[in-house]
């Protein structure tokens, strides 16, 4: 061993991370030993524990938050009646940017896939039932990804909720705006051709 | 289609092998061990990107650093296919240019191949009829293959599901009518691609076999499937069955195949000969498919095919290469019972510890 072992636990430890391997791992322990301040490195080591002590799970939607309420569910703006569900909270975030929907969220941090594990009851489901029959809910637009596991999980609570008088959409799937038809593939086109929409 | 040459560089046993092969049949004749298969082997990875035996760095000669692969093949147009195989990964170029994705490639070299593992198809396990015949069906229809991936996942996570409806005692059947929906909607269709390429094999395989058997007898090719109509409502029926064996035990992944002379089943009595004839009347009849639909003679690659063939069949089939202008590569290890006009028109070569060289009559 030519790394004195404290520098190789720093680097085993960047190397944990998604997208980091060995040689991205030491440079990010090179730099922090050669250009960190002893103070950045208290700030750095701070955060991170504020982040993972602070943040958990919105009581109401699931999505992450430092308090018991998210700021979307504390937000008295927003349109109570539509709901958006979604596999995380990345994806809230990725909605969020887009500014377009003015709804509330629900994340279920998981998809129903039984062979990972994931029934019904370990992804957020129990609290998005409770919100539907005592709040003043209208539409539920489900969002999960357009992949095996995210279809059953729409088609779950499509099923689940069939019974109320609930609207509940799909998100629709097609060819991405801006770009040109010959760079689609065969199912994105043909789900394309399915989804079809009137111009008005 | 025809491979006009190929060279081998520290593929398995070559260290380097150039052969121009004849646009008919090649005969490769050798003792065991001597290098037949692996040649016939090549050609194959040549065509599909892959080892049919094992995995790709096993083809790497011993203390060698890559194997490399060369051909010319003449199609529609003439092009060059190259490819490099080493511990890192696999390289393959067409006219010198690097393809990107395998899909791309796997296709252009149309083979068919007779392997000896293949005599499994009639006597062994329902596994392998099925494997073979989907292997055959993806050639002609990629939507199948994707539609077989899709039937697969749902049936894993039905069976997983299953398996936690079984220990809960849960009657919430919710998620389990989804996945059955997803399953019966998918097996459709594959029921139905199944049957229609049967239907079409032994719309080829009585003339077929008619002639490689130089008997009267029938044969007919059944596609026995579990469930065939109402499949929605068979599988729903199987709830109970199911969630206590916690499989789904019924559906394409346990359909069977089976082969009828004369209406007899052909897994109790077929004789080894037989039965190879039997395997080879069908590729041949899904070479004239391939014909039909694709517009192109495949290669075929015969390996060891006249082990246990009487004379007569194996100069039926040498007969039949011949005069359907079909380039074969057969190894085998004599080819004293075959008829001297054929071997005219034929390029013969014997091979011995992997040194390959062309016998001139």
Not at chain 1, 81 to 99: C, G, M, P, R
Not at chain 2, 12 to 29: E, H, L, M, P, T
Not at chain 2, 213 to 235: T, V, W
Request: proline letters at 2%; hydrophobic letters at 35%; charged letters at 30%.
């Amino acid at each position: 061993m030519t790394v004195p072992k404290t520098l190789e636990d720093l680097i085993e430890e960047f190397k944990k991370l998604p997208g980091v391997g060995r040689k991205t791992a030491e440079r990010y322990a090179m730099f922090i030993i050669n250009k960190y301040t002893i103070d950045e490195v208290h700030q750095f080591s701070e955060v991170l524990e504020d982040a993972k002590t602070k943040l958990h799970q919105c009581s109401v939607c699931g999505n992450l938050t430092d308090e018991d309420k998210c700021y979307i569910c504390q937000d008295n703006f927003r349109d109570l009646s539509t709901i958006l569900v979604v596999e995380n909270a990345k994806d809230v975030f990725s909605i969020e940017k887009a500014s377009e929907y003015k709804g509330l969220y629900h994340v279920l941090n998981g998809v129903v896939s039984p062979m990972d594990g994931m029934g019904p009851e370990d992804i957020n489901l129990e609290s998005l039932w409770k919100r539907v029959i005592n709040d003043q809910v209208k539409e539920i637009i489900i969002a999960t990804s357009s992949t095996p596991e995210g279809e059953t999980t729409a088609l779950y609570i499509k099923r689940v909720l069939q019974e109320t008088d609930i609207l509940v959409s799909r998100i629709g799937y097609g060819v991405p705006v801006g770009l040109n038809l010959e760079y689609a593939d065969d199912l994105t086109l043909s789900k394309a051709i399915e989804n079809r929409k009137k111009i008005s | 289609m025809f491979i006009n040459t190929i060279s081998l560089s520290n593929y398995r046993g070559y260290k380097k092998a150039d052969i121009s092969f004849g646009k008919s049949v090649n005969f490769f004749v050798g003792n065991n061990g001597s290098g037949k298969t692996n040649l016939l082997e090549s050609i194959y990875f040549l065509a599909l990107a892959k080892s049919y035996k094992t995995v790709d760095t096993s083809t790497i000669k011993t203390d060698s650093e890559f194997a490399r692969i060369t051909a010319k093949i003449t199609s529609d147009k003439d092009f060059s296919s190259k490819i490099v195989i080493s511990k890192i990964g696999k390289k393959i170029s067409i006219n010198n240019k690097e393809i990107d994705k395998l899909s791309d490639y796997i296709g252009k070299i149309k083979v068919l191949a007779f392997l000896p593992e293949d005599m499994d198809l009639i006597k062994g396990a329902p596994k392998n009829r099925r494997y073979f015949i989907d292997m055959i069906i993806g050639q002609f229809d990629k939507n199948y293959l994707i539609e077989l991936g899709n039937y697969k996942n749902v049936l894993k996570q039905r069976n997983e599901l299953l398996k936690i409806l079984s220990e809960n005692h849960s009657k919430d059947f919710t998620l389990l009518d989804i996945y059955t929906e997803q399953l019966s909607t998918s097996a459709e269709i594959i029921i139905n691609l199944r049957t229609r390429f049967i239907t079409k094999i032994n719309d080829e395989l009585e003339q077929m076999y008619h002639y490689l058997s130089a008997n009267g007898k029938k044969i007919c090719f059944k596609y026995n499937p579990l469930i065939e109509r109402d499949i929605l409502i068979q599988l729903k029926e199987k709830y109970q069955k199911d969630i206590f064996f916690r499989t789904t035990s019924v559906g394409p992944h346990r359909d069977d195949y089976d082969f009828l002379i004369d209406d007899i089943y052909a897994k109790d009595f077929a004789s080894q000969g037989e039965q190879r004839i039997i395997i080879l009347a069908i590729l041949l009849s899904i070479a004239n498919i391939i014909i039909k639909e694709k517009k192109v003679k495949p290669i075929l690659l015969l390996d060891d095919v006249f082990s246990e063939l009487d004379y007569l069949r194996q100069n039926q089939l040498v007969k039949y290469l011949t005069t359907a202008d079909l380039q074969s590569i057969i190894t085998t290890t004599n080819i004293k019972d075959i008829n001297n006009s054929f071997l005219n028109n034929s390029k013969i070569f014997s091979v011995k510890n992997h040194l390959i060289r062309e016998d001139k009559i």
